[in-house]
């Protein structure tokens, strides 16, 4: 019986991963970027899948998304993107390499390892060379480096930064200049450390775009879920969001669909119901112009999105109830989909809520 299901395919993940990489140098690290459960899949799955293929790091944003990596007993390195200060004892016990990336956190962090007589603890260290989101700015870099340089405990495995618009080529210049400021500081902070850490800046669209930006290591996220085909087409998606018609509902002439009568039938019209919903992570923005596909055709979500169910037109379809519905495949994957209502994969994926079922294929 088929139900509603988020199809994972390692096997295009797995041809994403090598795609990414024969883009890179040899010696080039990859971190694959995990974080918000794998976009939306199955952090576990994929980061096994990727160890088999010889991924070098993983990048979640927080502590608890490590610690899940830990307990399903993976022991490749974990850069926490956004420690929070709760978190440090997490970090510590599961061998998390968390981001410095404020004097708030760094201050508790060198705390917390004074107290504990934590004697060496690695870390990473985040620059904020212009998104102005998240990490030390050019005028605070020295001050915080002072400060894990005289706490003596803290190793710097890695210096990063972030990209603002690597995917927006007409943001050219503004992305040099973002790479020159992190050679700039990052030259600054060698000269002060007796070792030497890792570089890295690049996510998907950088690694695609700027190749001068690949430094020591790269942390691609969407671009292994198969979700940048705007800039590189071999990609193939990962994920595929499959439901079907539960009940179709023979409406007339002037009759209204749904919630707050935002659809009004200018004829008499089949309609298909969806057993997916908000609550499932199919936003409400998807009531104005969302699309899925049945029996290989194009079908319009009309009326608004409910919590548990939305409803297509199925004008011209020759469906019934137990067909199957896409909402998003191989053929017209994420990516297109967000783009129907004006918002981005990386958002539809994440709001994928846990009540849909997960199906690793391949
Ligand atoms: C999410 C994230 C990435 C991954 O970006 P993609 O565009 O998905 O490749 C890389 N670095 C940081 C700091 C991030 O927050």
Redesign the pocket.
């Known amino acids: 019986m088929k139900k509603t299901v988020l199809e994972i395919d390692l096997k295009a993940l797995e041809h994403n991963f090598t795609l990414i990489a024969s883009k890179l140098k040899p010696e080039t690290k990859f971190m694959a970027?995990v974080?918000a459960n794998g976009?939306g899949s199955d952090s576990v799955a994929v980061a096994k899948k990727l160890i088999s293929l010889g991924v070098d790091y993983f990048?979640v944003?927080f502590a608890d998304e490590g610690v899940r990596l830990r307990e399903s007993g993976i022991k490749t390195p974990i850069l926490v993107?956004l420690p929070q200060v709760e978190s440090i004892k997490k970090i510590i016990k599961y061998k998390l390499e968390p981001s410095l990336y404020s004097f708030y956190f760094l201050e508790k962090f060198i705390s917390f390892l004074d107290l504990n007589s934590i004697d060496s603890f690695d870390c990473h260290f985040k620059i904020n060379s212009g998104l102005n989101r998240?990490g030390f700015n050019d005028g605070q870099v020295k001050k915080a480096i002072k400060k894990i340089i005289s706490s003596g405990k803290i190793k710097l495995l890695s210096l990063?930064s972030?990209l603002a618009a690597s995917e927006d080529l007409n943001e050219r210049n503004f992305t040099i200049s973002q790479i020159n400021l992190f050679k700039k500081i990052t030259s600054h902070i060698k000269s002060k450390l007796t070792y030497t850490p890792l570089l890295h800046m690049s996510?998907?669209?950088g690694i695609l775009n700027y190749p001068e930006c690949e430094f020591d290591m790269v942390?691609?996220?969407?671009?292994i879920y198969g979700c940048s085909n705007m800039l590189i087409k071999e990609l193939k998606a990962v994920h595929s969001l499959k439901s079907i018609i539960s009940q179709v509902i023979e409406a007339r002439e002037g009759d209204s669909i749904g919630y707050n009568r935002s659809f009004i039938c200018k004829e008499d019209t089949k309609i298909g119901v969806v057993p997916l919903g908000h609550a499932d992570g199919i936003s409400r923005e998807f009531s104005k112009n969302g699309q899925v596909y049945i029996m290989g055709k194009k079908s319009n979500i009309i009326g608004n999105i409910c919590m548990d169910v939305f409803m297509v037109n199925l004008k011209g379809i020759d469906a019934a109830e137990g067909d199957e519905v896409i909402l998003f495949d191989k053929q017209n994957n994420a990516e297109n989909f967000a783009l129907t209502v004006g918002t981005i994969s990386?958002e539809v994926l994440t709001n994928l809520s846990s009540r849909i079922e997960r199906k690793i294929i391949n």
């Open positions: 970027v974080k976009y990048a944003a993107l998240v990063y972030h996510n998907t669209s942390r691609a996220g969407i671009g990386y």
